[in-house]
């Protein structure tokens, strides 16, 4: 596929945090119009928020190297916060579960020490705390991470968890001893 220009036309994924207010879904895709990307899906989980506590949105869309560039200088420049765009930063998915004092233990700072020490990106936070936040709760995190670097990761993350004497669970890996 052309554009006329030569360039060829690529299918990207953005990956976007939004505020949840009316129109803020629409304010993110009139600069991928009004620059000539085609749109090939949206994905808004408005039921599901990111450790920031908004919502996560990828957009998948079609456009030449350049006008991709300028799509995502056009968001940042409307102020909506891009994650992620062009080239996948990310090629594995590690999903692990948190035990214990996680809220007394301050949750956000958790998250964040885990980012902040890896090269990973928590993209999915799931509480549970049934029989209140005084008994201790879990958390379902999803981790995305660079390829081949799953191990140190999950070391960082069990250092973050010694700390606040908090438990992993860790998931089974491919190949690995059950």
């Known amino acids: 596929m052309s554009d006329g220009h030569g360039d ?20 993110a895709l009139h600069p ?24 996560p949105v990828e957009v998948d869309l079609e456009a030449t190297p350049e006008r991709f560039d300028t799509i995502v ?8 916060n891009v994650i992620q765009a062009g080239a996948e930063r990310y090629s594995e998915e590690v999903t692990l579960l948190l035990v214990g004092d996680l809220v007394q233990t301050d949750l956000s700072d958790t998250l964040s020490q885990i980012q902040e020490g890896t090269d990973a990106s928590v993209t999915d936070v799931s509480l549970s705390a049934p029989e209140g936040t005084e008994n ?31 438990h992993v669970i860790e998931p089974l890996t491919v190949g690995g001893d059950a």
């Open 8 to 27: 060829e036309v690529h299918a990207y994924t953005i990956r976007l945090e939004l505020v949840d207010e009316p129109g803020e879904l629409l304010r």
């Open 32 to 55: 991928i119009a009004d620059n000539g990307g085609n749109l090939l899906s949206i994905f808004h989980e408005r039921g599901n928020l990111t450790p920031r506590g908004h919502i």
């Open 73 to 80: 200088e056009a968001l940042r420049d409307n102020g909506v």
């Open 136 to 166: 201790g709760a879990s958390a379902r995190l999803r981790l995305a991470i660079q390829s081949g670097a799953a191990e140190p990761a999950l070391a960082s993350v069990r250092e973050v968890a010694t700390e606040k004497d908090l």
